[in-house]
């Protein structure tokens, strides 16, 4: 494995490799119609899933405490 000579941290310099860039060095434009629509939807979808998971929990709640006093 290659480490860069003189430095203690090794790892955190190799992985460095794989980070994303800074904000400040990406490209400041402002979304396109299309773009905007997509991350209505994404928040949408996500918001959607949050919900049904904590349905999901709720039930599940539900039927412990149902085997529970059953038992």
């Known amino acids: 494995m290659w480490l860069p000579s003189g430095s203690g941290e090794g790892e955190d310099e190799i992985m460095g490799m794989f980070r994303r860039s800074k904000p400040a060095a ?28 904590q349905k999901i929990h709720q039930i599940a709640d ?10």
């Open 26 to 53: 990406r490209a400041t434009r402002k979304p396109s119609p299309r773009e905007r629509r997509a991350a209505e939807r994404t928040a949408r979808a996500e918001a959607t899933l949050v919900e049904t998971e």
């Open 62 to 71: 539900e039927v412990r405490s149902d085997l529970k006093g059953s038992a």
